[in-house]
């Protein structure tokens, strides 16, 4: 790593813009870095700009302003297939005419490595991915998950630092993804390698990642770790798009401290957590998530009137939308315990919250 | 499972064995697609399969000289072709003679032997004129008619031309000679030619087909990689050929490329003509076509003006004559006017037969003409499979290649190229089978070095009427063409031919 | 009324029109000016005598048509213009009518008929109309004194490129005449294989710059094109292309080989009986006459000579000189040898087609 790169950080965007046709900045500014052995997902909506920050990274496209660094050295100018930069690729790209073995050699071909290490090589990430016995079929002949296991070891078989990956479970069905997530985030773990990852998927990312990037728009709108980016997201549309969120538009009446006073466009008056609500007198929109109402307990410090319009039985839990300061789509996750009583449609209960559970973020 | 249904055949509910059951009802089915296509299949027999396979029995059948002179065949057939022939055989043909002058057929007679014996019909027509009046011995009276009657190679001839069903016409497609004693021999070397113009056919035909090949690669990749609004635009470009007809496209080559066309007036009006012939005297020694060309101003106006240009040139200063000019002052100083204009023309004369005069290339009316204009013509044959093909390769194969460190070249080469494989077996199928019965642009521009083999089909059957020949030679493209089919089906594979 | 007494009522008003209209033939010649000029002469008179329709239409020689027509027992033609070669060829086939040549009118001095037409011009199964040849010709913006067939084969002394028929007819024959042989020894020269070896060689020596042609129009673009220098050409395409088209182009009359065109017959014609009239009309020796005014190319009989008149078009341009017949002309004249030909044809164009291919 060249000196003076600061602690450890192997990938760095620093100012990169993309346009591609002049017109519209696809990516507004983006700054990020990315730690030796970390896994970054980069998450958002399609469109988002989080392809083309991965296409960049690759080099597959060019960035139109800024630098993208790759161990402290600026790779701008570098052709793709000098960066040594492994990807798995949304629909895998397997080459249809060559066997599991060829495809996986190919890459330690061009690289000019004798036939013995390639055999060796090859071997070993068969074995890694579990897929020991089928280096001479085709890839037409294997499943949506055995050729996921074979494009990923085709990345990873000639050692790259860094390895891309772009959307890569999104042709599996459930089952399978949830347990080629756990693979994935086991090999990332036993090689130490950089990953970065591009999904849509919330789920997925809270899964596997170290740090998630969220994209929307052409920025990044928040970047941290799962679990803050989960209990503390700092706007709306990070509150929104990660896990179920219940919002409440209203006004900012009086700020305390920390807290926020709010007046809901329902009528009612609450207290929040001030993130990013601006002064008093703004527009602002509270977001609580449905596992942190607390229901029919008249003592948490911000009581409503709720309305049971929906049950929805889910085993473990039962999902209950109610209806809230006159917005009838409100979810409860109520835990199926005996703790709890039954409700019934059409019910009147009061709920609430903790103050440090409901955030005051801008209103969009 | 009860022990009754595990032993013996599986058997339905009513007990009807399953596999006679699966039969009946897929036996319906059967009937049914059959009687769907049966008005088609109808069709393609009856003005496809039935005129072709009648036409190309008349390459082993001709039942002519059979038909007409009957009496003279049945002694002809036991004949052994190497003995004297007999008096019999003689008398025989006197006979036929008279009566096919009778019925006014003795012309579709000589024209059959004729086709195997050149002057024998003139020996046929006349001798029927004078057959009536003849009497034994007949042989006597016959060479008597015509010396060629003593010839063993006329009776031989006559033979040949008896036997209806006959190898004699495939094999003159081939360049041998069928023989009265039933054996094989090369036809004279200086009448040699369907072999020379099958090889030649090949030949066009396969440079046709890697000229396309080299030309519409390019055109396709950009076709199915561009934005689709340029594609379908460059796709009209590609079509427009298909648009034309096939003699305006033909001659708008002849246009271009003719001595005094577009190609040759550009080439003149830039310079790039001096070029070319510069390059190309690098690699050749082209003789005194260098003296010729370089120049060819001086040898006009020798030609052209005589005397005063030869004094004009006398008078230059040595070092400013070119060499050829040099050398015509010279021979005029020494030998007179006479001499060195025979000089220039002699020069003239050189570069043309290089295809080089009056600073022009000869690019038509020979085989560079025939095989521009069909490229030109079938390029969009070699396109169309191409661009269908990489369409649907996805451009993720080259990324990924490329993610994994091959170089563009060897991304192209290892993993797009191997891809675009079944596009340019169905492509390359297509133009050379096009490209080897194509006939009507040969004929127009092919010049003497620029004929196929088509056109020797269509001379036998618009002039020579020889059907006989013209299926026979048909024959042995439709032979040839089967046997690249199959080469290439062991080869490459048949299923793994794309058209789109 | 019902469906039968409606189909009976066309049916006989179809009748009834054909035989006011009296009959149709149809007539098939080559196209372009020389179709015209028989239309002018021919069939325009014709029509307006005898109130008789014709379908004209065109094609471009050889028998394959009328071979494919008879073998079908569907014959459409009742009269095709063809070449003299052709006759043969068709006769001896059996694919062309007889005609009986007492059935044409005699001279207008009383001469019978087959005593005024050209030798040969009367064949079993065709009546010629026209004496046509082969002639080579020159743009005179280009090059000057040429004359005889001796300039044609010789590159040294007029450079630059020739256009020949694709070809061994009338080739050969050109090429012994300029290897010196006369025009009455030509064929007998050319039957024996020492002589065939001869005109092969002497094709040989302007081989190279040889541009070769196949359809009649093509040689006079050539010219035109400055594409060669010299030109083998039909003369009636290189007469209308200075007469009308004003191009600067002369013919060299030396060593021509004449030939006929002749009507004919397939056998078994729809209206064998109308074509048979209309080779009367046509063959007589006015009309033969006229069409010399349409086009340059002379009239078979001997006593339409004198009657030759003008061109149509430019009343000062006389026929008579621009003739294959003209005696002027007719010097050094090689009559095309049928029986040669059909003797040979088949040998000498894979001959000539294997001498061109090496």
């Known amino acids: ?132 016995g089928f280096k001479s079929r085709r890839p037409s002949q294997l499943s949506g998950g055995q050729q996921q296991r074979i494009a990923l070891a085709r990345a990873l078989v ?150 049971v319009v929906e049950l929805i039985y889910l085993g473990d839990h039962i999902r209950c939308r109610m209806e809230v300061a006159g917005d009838d789509s409100f979810i409860v996750k109520v835990p199926n315990s005996h703790a709890h009583a039954a409700l019934n449609i059409g019910e009147v209960t009061p709920i609430g919250w903790v103050t440090e559970d409901c955030r005051a973020l801008d209103a969009v | 499972m009860t022990d009754a249904t595990s032993k013996g055949p599986l058997t339905t509910a009513d007990g009807t064995p399953l596999k006679r059951k699966l039969e009946q009802a897929m036996f319906a089915s059967r009937l049914r697609a059959f009687g769907l296509v049966a008005p088609l299949l109808a069709f393609i027999l009856a003005v496809f399969v039935v005129p072709i396979t009648v036409f190309m029995v008349r390459g082993f059948h001709n ?203 550009l080439m003149a009006f830039s310079g790039l003509n001096q070029v070319i012939l510069q390059f190309m005297l690098l690699f050749r020694d082209y003789g005194d076509l260098k003296l010729a060309s370089l120049c060819s101003n001086d040898v006009n106006g020798v030609l052209a003006t005589g005397e005063a240009t030869l004094q004009t040139l006398s008078a230059q200063a040595a070092d400013a004559q070119t060499t050829c000019a040099a050398e015509m002052v010279r021979i005029y100083s020494a030998s007179g006017l006479e001499a060195a204009v025979a000089q220039a023309g002699a020069l003239k004369a050189e570069a043309l037969r290089w295809g080089y005069g009056d600073e022009r290339f000869s690019m038509i009316y020979n085989k560079t003409g025939t095989l521009v204009a069909m490229t030109h013509i079938l390029l969009p044959f070699m396109i169309l499979p191409l661009y269908s093909v990489m369409k649907t390769i996805p451009p993720a194969y080259l990324r990924a290649a490329k993610s994994l460190g091959a170089t563009n070249w060897t991304a192209f080469w290892r993993v797009y190229f191997p891809q675009t494989v079944p596009g340019i077996g169905a492509g390359s199928m297509l133009v050379f089978i096009l490209a080897i019965g194509y006939y009507i642009t040969p004929a127009l521009v092919g010049g003497q070095d620029g004929q196929m083999i088509s056109n020797f089909i269509d001379f036998h059957m618009r002039k020579s009427l020889n059907w006989s020949l013209a299926a026979a030679l048909g024959g042995v493209l439709l032979i040839i063409v089967m046997f690249l089919y199959w080469l290439y089906d062991r080869v490459v594979g048949i299923d793994n031919m794309k058209f789109g | 009324m019902n469906l039968k007494s409606i189909l009976i009522g066309a049916v006989s008003a179809i009748a009834v029109a054909g035989a006011a209209q009296a009959g149709t033939i149809t007539v098939v010649s080559w196209g372009g000016a020389y179709t015209k000029s028989q239309v002018e002469a021919y069939h325009k008179p014709w029509m307006v005598a005898t109130g008789n329709q014709i379908i004209s239409e065109d094609y471009n020689g050889g028998l394959a048509e009328v071979k494919a027509q008879v073998e079908a027992g569907n014959v459409i033609w009742d009269l095709v213009d063809v070449e003299l070669s052709d006759v043969v060829l068709g006769c001896d086939e059996g694919l062309l009518e007889t005609i009986d040549a007492s059935i044409l009118p005699p001279a207008p001095d009383g001469t019978p008929a087959v005593d005024d037409f050209i030798d040969g ?129 002369a013919i060299v009359w030396d060593a021509q080989i004449t030939d006929f065109d002749l009507w004919v017959i397939p056998k078994g014609a729809p209206n064998k009986e109308l074509a048979l009239e209309f080779i009367v009309f046509s063959t007589d020796t006015q009309r033969l006459a006229d069409q010399a005014s349409w086009i340059s190319y002379g009239p078979a009989r001997k006593s339409s000579g004198p009657l030759i008149g003008s061109y149509a078009t430019k009343p000062d341009l006389l026929m008579a000189p621009h003739m294959p017949t003209d005696p002027e002309n007719f010097k050094t004249a090689i009559a095309n040898d049928f029986e040669f030909w059909a003797d040979n044809a088949d040998e000498l164009n894979e001959r000539f087609n294997a001498w061109l291919a090496n």
């Open chain 3, 121 to 249: 011009a009367i064949h079993e199964c065709a009546v010629a109309t026209i004496v046509w040849s082969t002639i080579f010709a020159y743009d005179t913006t280009k090059i000057s004194g040429v004359s005889t067939i001796q300039d044609f084969f010789d590159l040294t002394k007029f450079p630059g490129k020739r256009g020949m028929k694709k070809q061994p007819k009338a080739n050969l024959e050109m090429a012994l005449a300029a290897d010196g042989v006369p025009a009455d020894q030509i064929y007998a020269v050319l039957s024996t294989p020492e002589g065939l070896d001869r005109a092969f060689a002497k094709l040989d020596t302007i081989k190279d710059s040889v541009v070769w042609w196949e359809a009649g129009a093509q040689p006079p673009q050539l010219l035109a094109d400055g594409e060669v220098v010299m030109t083998t050409a039909y003369n009636g395409r290189i007469f209308n292309a200075f007469a009308a088209e004003d191009k600067p182009f």
């Open chain 2, 63 to 265: 039942p002519t000289y059979e038909t007409y002179m009957p009496k003279s065949t049945e002694l002809l057939l036991e004949w052994d072709g190497v003995s004297e022939p007999t008096e019999e055989m003689a008398a025989a043909m006197v006979a036929d003679l008279i009566q096919a002058r009778a019925d006014k057929t003795i012309g579709r007679a000589a024209t059959r032997v004729n086709q195997e014996y050149s002057g024998t019909r003139s020996m046929f027509t006349r001798t029927a004129r004078k057959a009536a009046k003849m009497e034994a011995p007949f042989m006597a009276a016959l060479v008597k008619a015509h010396k060629n009657w003593g010839k063993p190679e006329v009776w031989q001839a006559i033979k040949v031309a008896a036997t209806s069903w006959t190898p004699a016409y495939f094999l003159a497609a081939l360049d041998l000679k069928y023989k009265g004693d039933g054996s094989v021999v090369w036809q004279v070397e200086e009448r040699q030619i369907h072999i020379t113009l099958f090889l030649r056919t090949m030949e066009i035909s396969l440079i046709v087909t890697l000229s396309c090949f080299a030309l519409g690669f390019p055109v396709a990749w950009l076709l199915a990689n561009l934005k689709v609004r340029t594609a379908n635009l460059l796709m009209i470009l590609v079509l427009l050929p298909f648009w034309t007809s096939i003699l305006v496209r033909t001659t708008a080559w002849i246009a271009m490329l003719q001595g005094q066309g577009v190609v040759n007036d």
């Open chain 1, 158 to 307: 000639f050692e790259a630092e860094l390895i891309l990956m772009d959307e890569p479970l999104g042709a599996l069905d459930k089952q399978l993804r949830e347990q080629m997530q756990y693979e994935i985030k086991h090999i990332h773990e036993s090689l130490g390698i950089t990953v970065v990852y591009v999904t849509h998927d919330q789920s997925e990312a809270l899964t596997m990642s170290d740090r998630i990037a969220v994209f929307d728009d052409g920025v990044i709108q928040q970047l941290a770790d799962p679990a803050t980016l989960y209990e503390r997201p700092e706007n709306a549309f990070v509150a929104r798009f990660i896990g179920e969120n219940n919002t409440l538009g209203g006004k900012v009446t009086g700020m305390n401290g920390v807290n926020a006073t709010v007046q809901l466009d329902g009528g009612p008056t609450v207290q929040a957590l001030a993130v990013n609500c601006g002064a008093v007198g703004n527009r602002t929109m509270l977001s609580v998530r449905p596992e942190r109402i607390l229901i029919g307990d008249a003592s948490a410090p911000n009581v409503l009137e709720a309305r």
């Open chain 1, 1 to 132: 790593m060249a000196a003076g790169s600061g602690d450890d950080v192997f990938v760095e965007f620093e100012g990169v813009q993309k346009s591609y046709d002049g017109v519209i900045l696809v990516v507004k500014d983006l700054n990020l870095a990315i730690r030796r052995g970390e896994f970054v997902t980069m998450l958002g909506p399609s469109g988002s700009g989080k392809t083309t920050c991965l296409l960049m990274l690759a080099g597959f496209e060019t960035a139109t302003h800024g630098n993208i660094k790759l161990g402290g050295v600026s790779i701008n100018n570098i052709p793709p297939h000098k960066r040594n930069i492994g990807m798995v690729f949304q629909n895998y790209a397997l080459f249809p005419h060559m066997t599991v073995g060829e495809n996986l050699a190919f890459p330690l071909e061009v690289r000019k490595l004798g036939k013995a290490e390639i055999e060796q090589k090859v071997t070993r990430v068969l074995d890694m991915v579990q897929m020991g």
